[in-house]
């Protein structure tokens, strides 16, 4: 039989929700909770008929038979136009940055980028008559790419040693597409396939948080509204950091986002972003708050308050109040009920004259302390046992980073100077607690390599908290805290497309899907440029 401890080492719901129903709600613990079209899925670097190489950048050149090549991608392939067309001159690039090259029996691969015209290419040097280049394109982050495409391929002439290929478009911007490019090549008479790592032109990376946004957008799925993998919670939480991100950078290039993934998803599930998991409820609805915020459009405040008012249907007495985490699951956890403050105190902040928002969220913080959910340290646990008391399940990030911007919501409604004391105390503690910052970089706690389990966004939304109650306080005393996670971050766990791995402190691990590492990443730089 399997154990609670064994299945609850990496954080994931879906072992959440499998415990629950096989064996109750007192005997697991709750964990909350431009542009790509859905493709095939391809090979990753490491997959089994390839062989890895290290690039002068540190990224992995792939080493493949010849002839072996992940599915197509027929949008890669098709002739983009941008600022010119595909297949342009180089000797027309108005700048030569090369940001990765590889190497592959003697012979050196670079990919050149033309920031200024949007467009890149690729070389080969040290070779000799017949050996080949190209590019790949990707507007997936590199997930897959146009496999029988070889754009621009050609080969070294006689007499020559190197050769490069024609200029190609980073993005197809018409479409909404964020792009980026490798060079590939080989020897002309060996099979193997040697490619530099991703990378793509400056277009909307003028700093760490829009170059990490950008990187972002590479993973949402135009078809579903979603992001790569389609999550749904972990989705809410991507786009408001993209809508942060709109609003702290200034940079409005994917706004577009926002309608698209309401449009595609206000009828799905219960409708208006509802369903039966209530703390999923709570980060849909901040999320609208976000692009209320963000654009003045009324339907997205109204949607966010049917998300609360969904959620108070299901506060009941059990423990003397408080939201159950699911609408068939009587569990009381902290995560389900930091939203509801949060999410209630928002609205009240932003509907005249309400008084119903406030007092709910009122009544959330008056329960929510007096829970026992908050321990004697000062951090909070996952939440109660069927005796109504602290279950002394981990302290997740996340748990210690919405309960901030809840307080700090509450605190702008009411004025009440007790309410910062107290976050000021919670984040005092999370901050300096050794076991989450282990060497004074924030890690979650049995954090894995993957960025498609629910604990990959744990540490953005701990982030997005603490930046909220930074920014509430006038001597913005958690600003030196959040830049050594941010300069940790950049330093060690971004690889030349800004994709970013599970580890800010390093090393850095680039899983083959998911996206909560990126957008966790996106949350501490915004959080980082606001401060």
Request: hydrophobic share 40%; with cysteine.
């Amino acid at each position: 039989m399997t154990t609670l401890s064994a299945i609850s080492s990496t954080p994931g719901r879906s072992r959440t929700r499998f415990l629950r129903r096989a064996l109750g709600a007192g005997a697991a613990f709750a964990i909350a909770g431009l542009v790509v079209a859905p493709l095939s899925p391809a090979p990753s670097a490491g997959a089994a008929d390839a062989v890895g190489v290290t690039n002068t950048v540190g990224a992995t050149s792939t080493v493949r038979a010849a002839g072996v090549a992940p599915p197509s991608e027929a949008s890669a392939q098709a002739v983009i136009c941008d600022i010119y067309c595909d297949a342009r001159d180089p000797a027309q690039a108005t700048g030569d940055r090369i940001p990765v090259s590889a190497t592959i029996h003697g012979r050196t691969l670079r990919l050149h980028v033309s920031d200024a015209d949007v467009m890149g290419w690729g070389s080969i040097e040290g070779g000799q008559a017949g050996d080949e280049v190209w590019l790949d394109r990707s507007f997936d982050g590199g997930r897959t790419w146009a496999s029988g495409s070889r754009l621009g391929n050609t080969t070294i002439p006689s007499g020559s040693t190197g050769w490069r290929t024609q200029m190609y478009n980073v993005d197809d911007w018409a479409n909404a597409g964020v792009g980026a490019l490798r060079a590939c090549g080989k020897a002309g008479d060996r099979p193997e396939i040697a490619c530099t790592g991703w990378a793509r032109n400056d277009r909307n990376a003028g700093s760490r948080s829009t170059a990490a946004a950008t990187a972002l957008m590479m993973l949402w799925d135009r078809n579903t509204g979603l992001f790569e993998t389609n999550g749904w919670w972990t989705a809410a939480n991507a786009l408001t950091a993209v809508i942060d991100n709109a609003r702290i950078s200034g940079m409005g290039s994917y706004r577009y986002a926002i309608a698209e993934t309401y449009n595609k998803n206000v009828n799905a599930r219960d409708g208006q972003f509802r369903n039966e998991y209530l703390d999923d409820t709570g980060w849909w609805g901040l999320a609208w708050i976000a692009a209320y915020d963000l654009t003045g459009d009324s339907r997205y405040l109204n949607t966010a308050r049917a998300d609360a008012d969904h959620m108070r249907a299901y506060w009941t007495s059990k423990c003397g109040g408080g939201v159950q985490w699911n609408t068939g699951i009587a569990y009381k956890n902290a995560i389900t009920n930091e939203l509801y403050i949060q999410l209630n105190a928002a609205l009240h902040n932003r509907i005249p004259g309400d008084t119903t928002y406030l007092q709910r969220a009122q009544e959330g913080w008056n329960w929510f302390r007096a829970s026992g959910m908050i321990n004697s340290g000062n951090l909070i646990n996952d939440g109660l046992n069927d005796s109504c008391v602290n279950n002394g399940q981990p302290t997740w990030t996340y748990n210690q980073g919405v309960v901030l911007g809840a307080l700090a919501e509450l605190h702008r409604a009411t004025g009440d100077a007790a309410l910062l004391t107290t976050a000021r105390n919670l984040a005092n503690a999370s901050t300096s607690s050794t076991y989450l910052n282990p060497g004074g970089v924030l890690r979650e706690v049995n954090e894995g390599d993957d960025c498609s389990s629910d604990g990959a966004s744990f540490k953005g939304a701990y982030v997005r908290g603490l930046g909220k109650l930074n920014a509430a306080l006038p001597d913005r005393p958690y600003s030196g805290y959040i830049d050594r996670q941010a300069d940790a971050a950049y330093a060690n766990n971004r690889d030349s497309l800004g994709m970013y791995g599970p580890h800010w402190a390093g090393p850095l691990v680039r899983p083959a899907t998911g996206h909560g590492c990126q957008h966790g990443a996106l949350d501490l730089l915004n959080a980082a440029q606001a401060s």
